[in-house]
């Protein structure tokens, strides 16, 4: 199965491969839409395979269902904050003529 042989979830929309490359038989994520794969959630009492890196779920979203969902609230977007590392050391310039 490919990703895009799947549809929206929510409205059923059939999204477009975002790239064709003619005789590839890659994965290649729908356009217009995002992919979430998931390997399962301990609190899932529906899906769960307890560790089987080999089996996973896919599930795809349309932009405009995203978008309604996120002027509804029913979606958010995280910016995960990550600290600074220490800075670079200054690198030595040479003075005058080389």
Known sequence: MKYTDLDCIRCGKTLPPSVTIE????EIPPSDG?????YGNYGST???PMGNAQEYL???ICDEVRRLAGAGG???AYLQ???AG???PPV???VGPA
Do not use: E, M, T
Not at 23 to 26: K, M, T, V
Not at 34 to 38: D, K, T
């Open 23 to 26: 005789g590839d038989d890659d």
């Open 81 to 83: 904050a990550v600290p």
């Open 86 to 88: 220490p800075a670079d």
């Open 92 to 94: 030595p310039w040479p």
């Open 34 to 38: 995002l992919l979430f794969i998931s």
């Open 46 to 48: 529906v899906y769960d």
């Open 58 to 60: 896919l599930v795809v």
């Open 74 to 76: 029913q979606c958010h």
